[in-house]
C-alpha cells in the first residue's frame, strides 16, 4: 500500500477489522481470534483498489501494470 501511495495509486485496506472484533460478536466463543486465522490474514492483506467515476484509461493501465508487476 504504501508503495501505491508513492506512485499515486491510493489503494486502502477493505477491511478495517473483522465483525468478530466488533461489540455484539466479540464475546462470542466462535470469535476468538485462533479460530480465525485466515479472515485475520485476509483482513490485514486484501486492499481496495481506486474505483471512481473519473477513472481514466490510463489509470486502470497504471494500476493494472502495477498489480502484474
Known amino acids: 500500500m504504501n508503495y ?3 506512485i ?6 477493505y477491511f478495517y477489522q473483522l465483525i ?4 455484539p460478536y466479540c ?3 466462535s470469535a476468538v481470534a485462533d479460530n480465525l486465522t485466515v479472515a ?3 483482513a490485514q492483506q486484501v486492499l481496495c483498489l481506486p474505483i471512481y ?7 486502470i ?3 493494472c501494470n502495477t498489480m502484474v508487476q
Open 4 to 6: 501505491l501511495r508513492v
Open 8 to 13: 499515486d495509486i491510493f489503494a486502502r485496506r
Open 20 to 23: 468478530s472484533n466488533s461489540d
Open 27 to 29: 464475546e462470542l466463543p
Open 40 to 42: 485475520t490474514k485476509v
Open 53 to 59: 467515476v473519473e477513472l481514466t484509461e490510463e489509470d
Open 61 to 63: 493501465q497504471l494500476i
